[in-house]
């Protein structure tokens, strides 16, 4: 059998399209995903993840790789109280969120060992916080420093976490 550039082509494009994608999970005070939030940083798929504080809306911030992100009133993403939303909108329940997952695209048919694993770890928290910048416009997300955590819970539970970071800074 004789490969050519195009089937070698075709097939790098094929499992170029496998390939992993980034994704940050935001837990947002407003529930219209917007405002402050907090973040984790390259969350799996299949895993489950820890608002670390109450929150009112949830969405990955890319959506064209996602099948369906999850929201739970508990905080070990059990499916007794749960709302979704389909590629990668908001999801913004009536009730307060403590935990959330996402699903990639065409993942839930033929789930890799490393995602089954990860529906079985225990819940993470945020690593970072963010909000949009009121001058630019623009997101601004950095990491939550060492030791204040509680802070930062605490600051995105009272919607100020764009004053926390200038008092950080």
Request: hydrophobic share 40%; net charge negative; with cysteine.
């Amino acid at each position: 059998m004789k490969l050519t550039s195009s089937t070698l082509i075709a097939a790098a494009i094929l499992l170029g399209s496998e390939a992993v994608h980034a994704v940050n999970l935001r837990f947002f005070f407003a529930n219209n995903c917007s405002g402050g939030f907090l973040e984790i940083r390259d969350a799996q798929t299949h895993q489950c993840y820890n608002a670390g504080s109450p929150a009112a809306s949830i969405r990955p911030d890319v959506s064209n790789v996602i099948d369906h992100t999850f929201a739970y009133a508990n905080s070990n993403c059990q499916e007794s109280i749960q709302a979704s939303a389909s590629d990668g909108a908001c999801v913004r329940p009536s009730w307060t969120i403590t935990s959330g997952k996402y699903f990639l695209k065409g993942i839930n048919v033929r789930r890799t060992p490393e995602e089954a694993l990860a529906e079985s770890l225990p819940c993470a928290e945020p690593t970072a916080y963010g909000f949009v910048d009121a001058e630019s416009g623009e997101d601004v997300v950095r990491d939550i420093p060492a030791g204040a955590r509680n802070a930062v819970y605490e600051a995105f539970s009272k919607g100020e976490l764009e004053s926390f970071a200038k008092s950080f800074a």
